[in-house]
């Protein structure tokens, strides 16, 4: 469980590189430039295509018609859900409305992309629907597996203290931790601080913001929700008005849940984020829950927009009501190795 999010982005598969299709589609509005990920690329081995957005097809589209991505099992899942107990089909019968009001379960459905034609849908609701039914249980499992393996970091680190002794298998894990997360020392209280999850309002609002709701070339053609940089060639697409002598790519995945690993490693390693783990730590010090408005204020390297950037997501998480998701929790999938 510990390396679960390591292994998980370590495997990342940059895609299609191609600029076919536009940055968005009509009616949304794209997010600025991230700052560059500290996230280590890997090897290509495979590419895929996604559908290209055709203006002329834009067409108002029932929910049900939506050609949603195939299931993903993700590490240390069973297999049994995917026969039958839960399916796409679980995705377009959730209401949102009995989510947030804690009347309906959130089930355990991981898309690898977003639906092909979500672009197509021309009722901004239903964009943003599909987008957080999407987006929420991937934000979720991966969360899982940090506070899972938080939750083990901080009942060695406790017993360290009390005790003074652990076992090697304990001291490595703690050690190939302190390696992941990039701390350096031995420095428990710093590793504190890198190894906990990220608000789902905050995840939902910036790839909102970052990805247009699921419909920017970016998210369509390599699930780049979050807009994270990559200067390795090939690594990403090219964005179309990139400026001469720039380099950057926005970076690409294999698929979704890499995305939100990489995006979740890289608010809790990224040298340009130490305020915002910082005040997240605050919070935990004083028992109290994560504020994503607050935690947001602490991004301000997250884009070259700066304030404006920390308003307009502010501004989503509200008028979305996007902090609703922040005490979601998935329906358990019956796996012997599922997060609690």
């Avoid at 968005?24 to 559908?51: E, H, L, Y």
């Avoid at 915002?276 to 602490?298: C, N």
């Amino acid at each position: 469980m510990a390396a679960a999010i390591a292994a998980t982005c370590a495997a990342l598969i940059p895609a299609n590189s191609s600029q076919a299709g536009a940055e968005m589609s009509p009616g949304n509005v794209f997010g600025a430039a991230t700052m560059a990920a500290k996230i280590s690329d890997a090897a290509t081995t495979k590419k895929f295509t996604v559908s290209t957005f055709d203006p002329a097809k834009a067409l108002l589209m029932p929910v049900s018609r939506l050609q949603l991505a195939s299931l993903m099992p993700l590490p240390g899942q069973r297999l049994e859900w995917q026969r039958g107990r839960f399916s796409t089909q679980a995705l377009l019968d959730l209401s949102l409305a009995a989510l947030r009001r804690g009347e309906a379960a959130l089930p355990p459905v991981y898309l690898s992309r977003f639906p092909d034609n979500l672009a197509d849908l021309r009722d901004a609701k239903q964009r943003k629907d599909i987008f957080i039914k999407t987006v929420l249980p991937l934000v979720l499992r991966a969360n899982d597996e940090v506070r899972a393996t938080r939750q083990r970091m901080l009942s060695l680190i406790r017993r360290k203290q009390e005790q003074g002794n652990l076992s090697a298998n304990e001291r490595a894990f703690l050690n190939q931790l302190a390696a992941q997360y990039e701390v350096a020392n031995g420095d428990l209280n710093e590793l504190q601080k890198r190894v906990d999850v990220i608000p789902a309002s905050l995840a939902l609002a910036q790839g909102a913001e970052e990805s247009g709701w699921g419909t920017s070339r970016f998210a369509r053609q390599g699930n780049a929700v979050f807009g994270q940089r990559t200067f390795r060639k090939g690594g990403g697409l090219v964005p179309t008005g990139r400026e001469a002598g720039q380099s950057y790519e926005v970076k690409a995945f294999s698929n979704l849940y890499t995305s939100v690993c990489s995006y979740i490693l890289n608010l809790n390693i990224h040298t340009a984020y130490k305020s915002f783990r910082q005040k997240r730590a605050e919070f935990r010090v004083g028992g109290e829950p994560l504020d994503s408005h607050v935690l947001m204020g602490a991004l301000m390297s997250y884009s070259e927009r700066g304030h404006k950037y920390i308003d307009t997501i502010r501004v989503i998480i509200r008028a979305n009501r996007l902090d609703d998701f922040d005490d979601v929790r998935l329906l358990s999938d019956n796996s012997e190795n599922s997060p609690s």
